[in-house]
Structure formats: structure tokens, C-alpha cells
T-cell receptor
């Protein structure tokens, strides 16, 4: 059982490029989330999805988009990367939106 | 506004007990979570409190006082592997988690 996986593990990206971070879970969880984690700050929610076919904006959604075509996958897209998007990105899932969340291993993204 | 406060860093000795505090002010409350995060790794779930009182789980216990906006995580019989960051998070009225910046716990032999 893989749980929740993310790809790539790390990426260096030129500013202005488009990038999609992938997230897949095999736990049949309804809810999925994207967070960014920056030094000295708490995890900040970018976007979430309470069930397949629906998405919502979190605390810091600008510059990011998501889709939830099925239960398992929740990709995060940066349409035109900027240096302030340099961060560690974590995908998470939970059975429903009021249960504990399980985290993927993270993607370390550097935008130059 | 929403605010969660935790100490930035704490140091403790192997075999001892340490208490990590978390105070919060949030829009609505649907529970408080504690997560552990080792350096370079993902957060992992430790505990959940929604009612006042103490929840014990092995060497770890978590306490909640909703009226005081206060929680603590108690770690007993500290081991070197407990060196990690401990994250406090509140589930708000929209069922979204609001996270504290975390407490880095350093265990010394």
C-alpha cells in the first residue's frame, strides 16, 4: 500500500515556466489538500477538494490551480512560476474533511 | 483574526518529560490536532482533541482547554528519535486546518 505519493521529489524551475506537481492517493479518501511550507511559517493551505469534482481556495491560492477529475489524483499547477513560489509543497488526504490528514513526502520546488 | 502560538524551540534531556504548549484564537473550533515532523519528512498525525481534557496515547498525551484556547502535548520518557518539530493545528469553522509554525524539540543525551 503506497498511501499518498507525490512527484517530482524536487525540481528547479526557471521563472515564468509552467509546472504541475502530481499527487496520488490509494486510500479512497474523499478529501485532498495542497499546502506549502516555508521556514518559520506554519503550513499554509493553497487549495483543497472535499470530494471528486469539487475544489476550493485555501489561504494562499493566487498563482496556483488544481483539478480533481477522480478520487485518487489531485494535481497542482503553477501557470507561470515566480521566485516567491519557492517552497516545499505537501499534498495530503483525509477520509472526510473533518478527519486527520495523511501527508505525502513533499516536493521541494525552487524557482529561479 | 486567527492566531496559533507555539514556542519556536525547546531542549530536553533523554529520559525526561517535556510539555509543548499551544495557544490559539481562531474563527470557530472543530478540534485540535498535534502532528510530528522530522526534518526533511512529512508531518505525521499524533493526536486529536475536540473535548476538554487529557487524551493519553502511550508516551504521548495531549490536553485541551477550549475556554482558555490552550493545549499542550506531553512527551514522557524522551528518546533521541523524538527530536522533531511538533505542529499544533486547529480545525476551524470551515473544517480547514490552521497551523502553528511548529516547535522544534531538541533531545540531548
Amino acid at each position: 500500500i503506497a498511501g499518498i505519493t507525490q512527484a517530482p521529489t524536487s525540481q528547479i524551475l526557471a521563472a515564468g515556466r509552467r509546472m504541475t506537481l502530481r499527487c496520488t492517493q490509494d486510500m479512497r479518501h474523499n478529501a485532498m489538500y495542497w499546502y506549502r511550507q516555508d521556514l518559520g511559517l506554519g503550513l499554509r493551505l493553497i487549495h483543497y477538494s472535499n470530494t471528486a469534482g469539487t475544489t476550493g481556495k485555501g489561504e494562499v491560492p493566487d498563482g496556483y490551480s488544481v483539478s480533481r477529475a477522480n478520487t485518487d489524483d489531485f494535481p497542482l499547477t503553477l501557470a507561470s512560476a515566480v521566485p516567491s513560489q519557492t517552497s516545499v509543497y505537501f499534498c495530503a488526504s483525509s477520509e472526510t474533511n473533518n478527519n486527520e490528514q495523511f501527508f505525502g513526502p513533499g516536493t521541494r520546488l525552487t524557482v529561479l | 483574526g486567527q492566531n496559533i502560538d507555539q514556542p519556536t524551540e525547546m531542549t530536553a534531556t533523554e529520559g525526561a518529560i517535556v510539555q509543548i504548549n499551544c495557544t490559539y484564537q481562531t474563527s470557530g473550533f472543530n478540534g485540535l490536532f498535534w502532528y510530528q515532523q522530522h526534518a526533511g519528512e512529512a508531518p505525521t498525525f499524533l493526536s486529536y482533541n475536540v473535548l476538554d481534557g487529557l487524551e493519553e496515547k502511550g508516551r504521548f498525551s495531549s490536553f485541551l482547554s477550549r475556554s482558555k484556547g490552550y493545549s499542550y502535548l506531553l512527551l514522557k520518557e524522551l528518546q533521541m528519535k523524538d527530536s522533531a518539530s511538533y505542529l499544533c493545528a486547529i480545525m476551524d469553522s470551515n473544517y480547514q486546518l490552521i497551523w502553528g509554525a511548529g516547535t522544534k524539540l531538541i533531545i540531548k543525551p
